[in-house]
């Protein structure tokens, strides 16, 4: 199931901006997921589900906005809307299909809770005092 190692390269981007921006907490997270980047979306809420356990995503949302297939078609010339990779111009038939959009996943947005709260502010010095002793 390639859903939980993308969750992971989610969650660790996630943490990565956590670091930068100093939230404490993420409230909810907006994925974007097109209709042929080969995803499934209930397998995606599963692993996140899993991966987000014990990070700064613990108690998030997750928010999956489906973004349609495009292509462009050679026959007709024209711009049209595709279920599959492999289809038929829904205009005029032809095969001859170039995908244009509705590839990717990405993270549209982040909801954080950017109070830094004590408890998590010490919880993160701790965190990086870790990451130090063990880089050195
Ligand atoms: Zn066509």
Do not use: Y
Not at 123 to 134: L, N, R, S, V
Request: glycine content about 8%; proline content about 2%.
């Amino acid at each position: 199931m390639h859903e939980m190692s993308l969750c992971e390269s989610i969650i660790q981007i996630i943490e990565e901006e956590a670091r930068q921006h100093g939230f404490a907490r993420v409230q909810a997270v907006h994925l974007e997921i097109g209709a042929l980047a080969g995803v499934e979306i209930p397998a995606m809420e599963f692993s996140f589900d899993v991966v987000r356990r014990g990070t700064v995503a613990e108690d998030a949302r997750l928010v999956i906005h489906t973004i349609p297939g495009t292509a462009w078609c050679m026959g007709c010339d024209s711009n049209v809307e595709v279920r599959e990779r492999l289809q038929a111009c829904p205009k005029c038939g032809s095969w001859r299909l170039q995908v244009t959009g509705g590839e990717d996943l990405r993270i549209r947005h982040l909801e954080v809770d950017d109070r830094a709260h004590d408890e998590a502010n010490s919880g993160m010095e701790h965190e990086q005092t870790k990451q130090h002793t063990a880089g050195s």
